[in-house]
């Protein structure tokens, strides 16, 4: 009895502690369990997150070295102003961070290295050398030629030849073989300084000529030009895709399928303990070609750090347990005042559960739970701020209706085989699905859901989040990765794409696709002579006028510089396509105001049409360039289309080109000197130096042609210097022969007078020489005045200051303005022959000569007049007190030997000979 009584007595303190606990345990456990779903859940997705941003990243750095290898194609030959315009279009802190610079890295042969090394002196770097010199007998050499930024860092990298290193060649061989983008292995950057240490990776595309077939790796192995490529300091790297992403987690790559020290290129964390790690992943990346490991980890002290949700239920829990089991015990004597605290403390149970929900309800994760039949039974705040729904509307309905109509079938077949073992299979996946919010906006989510045993029960627990702006981010690197920078306009890729497209539709419907390939006619003296930031804004203005003039089904893209192609599918010959060109022509010549310059400028066409031409985009491509070639060749401002023999001319423009390259290295330039003659007293008093270039088997070849190529390909810096140094040497010759002061005329091309060595290259010349600064006169065109910038005016006073005297050539044939004559230190005026050939029969060609001579002479500036052939013409210019006459009726150009003998003739005979000595008699 006294037995059954104390049990009687205690019974409700041990219900208390037993029915307290076992809540307590069950609520914790199923906290415990949420908890860590939730975290292994948001685990995989920041694995899968990182792994996604690597590979978005390293893809979008792989269009950049497209778009420049675009560019090399679409130019031929850039130059390094040019490539460094594009680079910084590229904006590549802000858009690509962690990338240290874009390059161009030449392939070179045995026989090709000592006149690279003079190109790039010659190009304003006395010093440069390929480096290391060491083992190239026994392999291919390369050079890295363009790297910008051109900053400290990367200045130690150029003129390194890449080939030297057994882990960058493996890459480079790689990519020139398969003609794809090729990662190297871990290597030491060459901008590695002495601090800050870190690995790094090189990314290579190689560069083919485009006039052969590619197809086989022999080919592509006799075509590469060289590699666009890009370095990379790991770190930088890692923290530029990812930012801060990576707190709280040690990220480990290894280059290769092996984790050690020898192959680890980044580590976030090297003094994390990740021995016994909760959670770990690890993925295999394919980057460009090669494997990535990356291996993440969650240290015990990040996953331990502060009191957990479930550990903060069973704290709780069992202190208010506890509570309640001294309540009962201590007033078990009051079974009304022990039931008062027993509610009590009951709904300091439920308070606690509360406290649970709070914390769910402000989780950045969307959770939802539904029943087996698909019913939402909880819906968070941030599912509620992703779907647009509050709780209310969706607790209590089916989950199909957060999806779009056409979905909500397929859902509720697979929930209703949610218990099948095929449907297990997907329970803790994460996958991507479609959202629909509230006010109908379909968006992509990720979704992963997870079974919860609750009470005999079926649950399921859905963790969603809204992908709406890592598409957009997406989206937009895809855009950057296939559209100009500049202009907008599609790249190349879309080209390919576009055009294989079009092909096909072509051949389906029995019709033709036209391909037009255009250039803008000496846009490059516009870059020379206003500057670039004037041929950009030209650029696009020319891009909107293209996109305007077309159809909607036709596509416009710039290739790179001044370079457009156009394609127009669906067209049934020639007779369809004549008026489009016509038009474009038309449009884009009429005039343009671009940042205060009103120009004119006039496109080259060529045209090439699909099957008839080529039946590929390499075809189609080199046929409409070698038509536009052909109109250029026409004189400009106009079209052709394709035809065969074209090939053989664009083989012998091409062969002329090569042969150009290397005529300074052989010797094969040489000067032709004209007298000048003084007007007045009929004595010689100078010469001007033309070029002229003989080859062994093209002959000689005219300063008409070769001159605009040079320009066209950069070379005009290296030729100029040439003819400066070798016009001195030899007027400083001759004068000494011929006992008297000869004054030498020298050209200077625009592009040879905005380098930044122009002042060297005439101290140089006037050094190795010993020719006197005063006797040298540089001639400069029209154009390089209507610059008009701070800088030419500068350089035109330090020439002056050197005792060089200043020459505007061929003025009335370009821009001509009285303004630029009164602010700039000019010394003469040379008449345009064009002028003087009708001089005698032309009342307006007369007059535009005389109106010079007398405004020269008003401005204090001496007159040379150009092309003198016939005696009329020199009385004609001596009565209108012109200074200097110069042409073929005093002397073809001929060779300094030659030069000599006709002047010492000059001086044992009258002035200009009798019978022209009789005429100037008469005249004075």
């Given at each position: ?161 890449m080939y030297s290193n057994a882990i960058r060649r493996a890459a480079m061989a ?66 530029g895709i990812l930012g801060p992403d990576l707190s709280g987690v040690r990220l ?673």
């Amino acid at each position: 009895m006294l037995l059954n009584a104390t049990v009687r007595k205690n019974l409700p303190l041990a219900i208390t502690l037993v029915v307290g606990t076992l809540v307590t345990l069950g609520a914790w456990r199923f906290v415990q369990d949420v908890e860590h779903e939730r975290s292994a859940l948001a685990f995989s997705q920041r694995v899968d997150n990182t792994a996604d941003a690597i590979l978005d990243r390293f893809a979008a750095y792989q269009q950049v070295l497209h778009g420049g290898a675009a560019l090399l194609h679409a130019s031929r030959d850039v130059s390094r102003n040019e490539w460094r315009v594009y680079v910084e279009h590229l904006m590549l802190e802000e858009m690509f961070p962690g990338i240290q610079g874009v390059g161009y890295a030449v392939n070179l042969g045995p026989d090709d290295l000592m006149a690279h090394e003079r190109a790039v002196r010659a190009d304003g770097f006395p010093d440069y050398r390929v480096h290391p010199q060491a083992d190239r007998a026994s392999r291919p050499s390369s050079a890295i030629l363009y790297l910008e930024p051109f900053d400290v860092r990367n200045q130690r990298a150029f003129g390194y030849d890449m080939y030297s290193n057994a882990i960058r060649r493996a890459a480079m061989a790689k990519a020139r073989d398969s003609g794809r983008p090729a990662l190297s292995g871990r290597v030491t950057l060459l901008q590695e300084m002495d601090q800050d240490l870190q690995a790094g990776t090189l990314l290579y595309l190689p560069v083919y000529r485009e006039d052969g077939p590619l197809e086989t790796v022999a080919q592509r192995r006799a075509a590469l030009l060289g590699w666009v490529y890009s370095p990379f300091r790991m770190n930088n790297l890692m923290q530029g895709i990812l930012g801060p992403d990576l707190s709280g987690v040690r990220l480990r790559v290894f280059d290769g399928l092996e984790q050690g020290d020898e192959n680890l290129l980044f580590d976030n964390d090297p003094q994390a303990d990740v021995g016994q790690a909760p959670l770990t992943a690890q993925r295999v990346l394919q980057v460009a070609g090669r494997p990535w490991t990356m291996s993440l980890a969650l240290p015990p002290v990040v996953a331990a750090t502060g009191l957990s949700q479930a550990s903060t239920v069973l704290i709780g829990g069992l202190v208010t347990t506890l509570l309640l089991a001294w309540v009962v015990f201590s007033l078990r004597t009051s079974e009304e005042r022990a039931g008062r605290l027993a509610w009590e403390m009951t709904d300091a149970l439920r308070a606690s559960e509360r406290r649970y929900r709070a914390i769910l309800e402000h989780t950045a994760d969307g959770i939802l739970t539904i029943d087996e039949r698909g019913i939402v039974r909880s819906f968070n705040k941030a599912a509620e701020a992703i779907f647009g729904y509050s709780a209310d509307e969706v607790i209590g309905h089916n989950v199909s209706r957060l999806m779009p109509e056409r979905y909500r079938a397929q859902h509720d077949g697979y929930v209703a085989r949610m218990e099948t073992s095929a449907s297990h299979r997907n329970l803790g996946m994460r996958r991507e699905v479609v959202g629909l919010r509230s006010d109908g906006e379909e968006f992509p989510l990720w979704l992963a859901v997870n079974k919860i045993p609750t009470r005999g029960a079926l649950e399921y627990v859905g963790m969603v989040s809204d992908l709406t702006e890592r598409k957009r981010i997406q989206a937009e690197l895809q855009y950057t990765a296939h559209h100009d920078a500049l202009t907008t306009l599609p790249n190349r890729a879309v080209l390919k794409d576009r055009l294989d497209q079009a092909i096909r539709h072509a051949r389906r419907e029995g019709n033709k696709v036209a391909v037009l390939m255009l250039d803008l006619d000496h846009f490059k003296r516009i870059n020379d002579t206003l500057g670039h930031h004037v041929g950009d804004d030209l650029l696009i203005s020319i891009a909107l006028r293209l996109e305007a003039s077309v159809r909607d089904v036709d596509t416009v893209v710039r290739m790179g510089g001044d370079e457009f192609v156009i394609v127009l599918p669906s067209v049934n010959g020639r007779d369809d396509v004549v008026p489009v060109v016509e038009k474009l022509i038309r449009i884009l010549a009429q005039p343009i105001s671009v940042v205060g310059h009103e120009m004119i400028i006039t496109p080259s066409i060529g045209v090439c049409l699909c099957p008839d031409d080529g039946q590929d985009e390499r075809a189609l491509l080199k046929h409409a360039d070698t038509a536009m070639y052909q109109a250029k060749a026409a004189g400009r401002g106009n079209y052709k289309f394709f035809e065969s023999h074209m090939l053989r001319t664009n083989q012998r423009r091409l062969e002329t080109e090569t042969a150009l390259r290397r005529a300074l290295d052989r010797d094969e330039f040489s000067l032709r000197f004209q007298p000048q003659i003084n007007i007045h007293s009929g004595q010689l008093i100078g010469c001007e130096a033309l070029v002229r270039w003989h080859h062994p088997q093209l002959g000689d070849v005219s300063p008409g042609l070769f001159i605009p190529m040079a320009e066209e390909m950069g070379l005009i810096g290296s030729i100029g210097d040439w003819v400066l140094i070798s016009a001195c040497q030899q007027a400083a010759k001759m004068q000494q022969e011929l006992g008297q002061p000869l004054q030498v005329a020298v050209n200077i091309s625009p592009q040879q007078f905005f380098r930044n060595d122009i002042i060297s290259s005439i101290n140089r010349a006037l050094a190795m020489s010993g020719f006197p600064a005063s006797q040298l006169e540089v001639e400069i065109t029209e154009g390089v005045l209507l610059e008009n910038s701070r800088e030419t005016v500068q350089l035109l006073h330090k020439i002056r200051s050197l005792g060089v005297s200043l020459a505007v050539d061929d003025f009335g044939t370009g821009y001509s303005s009285l303004s630029y004559l009164t602010r700039f230190p000019i010394d003469k005026l040379k008449i345009d022959q064009s002028f003087v050939r009708d001089i005698t029969t032309d009342a307006s060609d007369a007059a535009v000569a005389s109106a010079i001579i007398a405004m020269a002479h008003s401005l204090k500036l001496a007159v040379v007049a150009e092309g003198v052939e016939t005696l009329e013409q020199y009385e004609f210019l001596s009565q209108r007190q012109c200074d200097v006459a110069q042409g073929f009726y005093f002397g073809r150009p001929v060779t300094s030997t030659e030069f000599v003998d006709s002047a010492q003739q000059f001086q044992t005979q009258p002035a200009l000979g009798d019978a022209r000595r009789a005429s100037l008699d008469q005249l004075h």
